[in-house]
């Protein structure tokens, strides 16, 4: 059974920079194709970014060129680098194997002065 946790998540102003790290359990990151997905309080659940074992990523429109998803395969950890934040990119930011039923506890983002 794998097991993701999230962290690196805090309160930053609009335009600031953070690194979410996902620690992840019971499987192999450079094996599988890993994503990242954001859940704002009054929004569904969305796709961010993903990451293929052969290190090709997409990511959504609204994070295109101020987010940057990486992997340490060594430590068996993804990151997602973010820039340039904006106040809707505030929620909880989780990551997981795509389409995994298991999600972690995901981590805050909170983008205000």
């Known amino acids: 059974q794998e097991k993701y946790v999230e962290s690196g998540g805090d309160l930053v102003p609009p335009g600031g920079s953070l690194r979410l790290s996902c620690a992840g359990s019971?499987?192999?990151?450079?094996?599988?194709?890993m994503t990242w997905h954001r859940q704002s309080p009054d929004k569904a659940r969305e796709w961010v970014a993903t990451?293929?074992?052969?290190?090709?990523?997409f990511y959504t429109d609204s994070v295109t060129g101020r987010f940057t998803v990486s992997r340490d395969d060594a430590k068996n950890t993804m990151y997602l680098h973010m820039k340039s934040l904006r106040p809707e990119d505030t929620a909880v930011y989780y990551c997981?194997?795509?389409?995994?039923?298991?999600w972690g506890q995901g981590t805050q983002v909170t983008v205000a002065n």
């Open positions: 990451l293929f074992p052969g290190g090709a990523t």
């Open positions: 997981q194997k795509h389409e995994s039923a298991t």
């Open positions: 019971g499987l192999s990151f450079s094996d599988e194709i």
